[in-house]
């Protein structure tokens, strides 16, 4: 028997079965634990949550290693990891450490400003970020399994995230009701390879998996993200920063454990009103969250890559 | 087709490719008349816990009386009597034991052609983080196996499992052998 590990299908496999989820970031094993407690598909590992990045300026990298074997070892849901744009070597570590799927993100520095990795070279699948329908593809061209819209991660803010969906949503429903012999200056505007354009056409909708990313922080947030479109939901500061106003550390903790919760049973049922009225009940206080406007042109994290 | 979370949307494709209707059940109070239920591929962890919390089991468990049930991997894990390393208990409809993640993790996830008894020719079967069968009890049919013997495919009765997805390939033959199984359970009741 021929055994094909790493192929195309098995890459963008994972990314189906995580469909309708909620993938978490998490920064230990005990975060991790709630996590796969409260219902996620799968977490992110990292030493920093998006918004104490934000918090920390400096240059972002990878996790230490250490970190995110802790956290492989905490659950039996799939862990992800991210690296850093363009560096390959973190992503060769980062499959080496046996993670299973990598985010090349623009939540950390980047390290290369002209190049993404050329994901094709690697057994581990890898996510990336878009805010348009030209930028997903070139990802996916570069060999990406899934997408993620980007969002302004760590704002606890949805608009960007809103705004990048639209975008996407909206290309693929041009796309598909274009005739074949204008789908060429089609991708040149887009800056997208053709032979892709034509698969969008045909399928009418994105190649591989597509998640929302980057300002959820309500159940109301994730339905609204499903309702426009999204595969799945990630979720960063969003549930790691709630509670922060609790008194004692249990109550905190309990506090995340309840929006995690609400989070993914409003991801299943992002359509029925009456559910989310009820999931969304006395969750306490969200992640107090960043007006875009206020942040400096240098500090939007959706502007880097391409 | 059970939407909690994962493929369901694959397996949708799948069966209405095949002429069969298909709609998603999420709550108890969408399964009355179904003749089969798929429940798909996904995190069994996160279906286990949404099924509970949206009070499924039971119900499923009396659809199981009159109709079909076909499950892919995180599916199989959910039908088997016991699996591993999992907290919550399964809705033991079948006879067999399983084993999560029995691969390894996701660099270890493969494809590979195997043979399926009453197909003509092999399937290609696609295994993501998958489990796999260590224990089948005597009532228990196995429909495919690795070359090492591992059984991945099985029936018992009205209950399909694959350890694979069947619903990732172009090919329909093994949705088609389960809507046989639906189409059966539906004239004997």
């Not at chain 1, 505007?189 to 309500?218: I, Q």
Request: aromatic residues 4%.
């Amino acid at each position: 028997m021929e055994r094909g590990t790493g192929t195309w299908t098995v890459k963008k496999g994972l990314a189906q079965m995580l469909k309708g989820g909620v993938i978490m970031d998490v920064v230990t094993p005990e975060h991790a634990k709630i996590a796969e407690e409260a219902g996620a598909c799968a977490v992110m590992a990292l030493e920093r949550v998006p918004a104490d990045i934000r918090a920390a300026g400096g240059v972002a990298r990878m996790a230490d290693p250490e970190i995110i074997l802790r956290i492989m070892d905490a659950v039996s849901i799939p862990v992800m990891a991210k690296c850093r744009i363009g560096h390959f070597v973190e992503a060769q570590v980062l499959e080496a450490l046996g993670v299973d799927y990598l985010d090349e993100s623009e939540v950390l520095t980047p390290a290369d400003e002209a190049n993404h990795i050329w994901k094709h070279d690697f057994k581990v699948p890898f996510v990336c970020g878009c805010r348009d329908l030209g930028e997903a593809l070139r990802r996916i061209a570069e060999g990406a399994a899934m997408i993620r819209t980007k969002g302004e991660a760590g704002t606890g803010n949805i608009v960007e995230a809103v705004r990048h969906m639209r975008a996407v949503q909206s290309e693929v429903r041009r796309i598909i009701h274009l005739p074949e012999d204008e789908l060429a200056a089609a991708a040149k505007a887009l800056g997208a390879p053709p032979e892709l354009l034509h698969d969008v056409r045909k399928e009418g909708r994105l190649p591989v998996v597509n998640f929302a990313a980057g300002g959820v922080a309500t159940p109301a947030d994730a339905a609204l993200m499903m309702q426009l479109g999204a595969d799945g939901i990630f979720v960063g500061s969003g549930i790691f920063k709630a509670g922060q106003n609790e008194k004692t550390e249990i109550k905190k903790i309990e506090a995340q454990t309840r929006i995690a919760k609400a989070v993914v049973k409003a991801t299943t049922h992002y359509q029925d009103a009456k559910i989310l009225a009820e999931i969304s009940r006395g969750l306490g206080e969200p992640m107090k969250g960043i007006e875009i406007s206020t942040l400096k042109k240098e500090e939007l994290l959706a502007s880097r890559g391409w | 087709m059970l939407a909690l979370q994962g493929d369901f949307a694959e397996h949708t494709d799948v069966v209405r490719r095949l002429g069969a209707e298909a709609i998603p059940v999420r709550l108890p109070q969408h399964l009355p008349g179904l003749h089969g239920l798929i429940i798909p591929g996904g995190e069994s962890t996160t279906i286990v816990r949404l099924l509970d919390i949206f009070g499924l089991r039971q119900p499923i468990l009396e659809l199981a009386q009159r109709a079909a049930i076909f499950g892919t991997c995180a599916g199989m894990i959910l039908l088997a009597k016991q699996a591993t390393d999992l907290a919550q208990p399964t809705l033991g409809l079948i006879d067999i034991v399983v084993q999560r993640n029995a691969f390894g993790r996701q660099v270890d996830s493969f494809e590979a052609a195997l043979p399926f008894k009453g197909l003509a020719t092999p399937v290609q079967a696609v295994f993501i983080r998958a489990p796999l069968i260590l224990k089948a009890g005597p009532a228990v049919e196995v429909l495919a196996s690795l070359p090492d013997g591992t059984p991945v495919a099985a029936r018992q009765g009205n209950i399909l499992v694959a350890a694979f997805h069947p619903e990732l390939t172009a090919d329909t033959r093994v949705h088609g052998y389960f809507l046989g199984l639906a189409q059966e359970s539906s004239r004997l009741c």
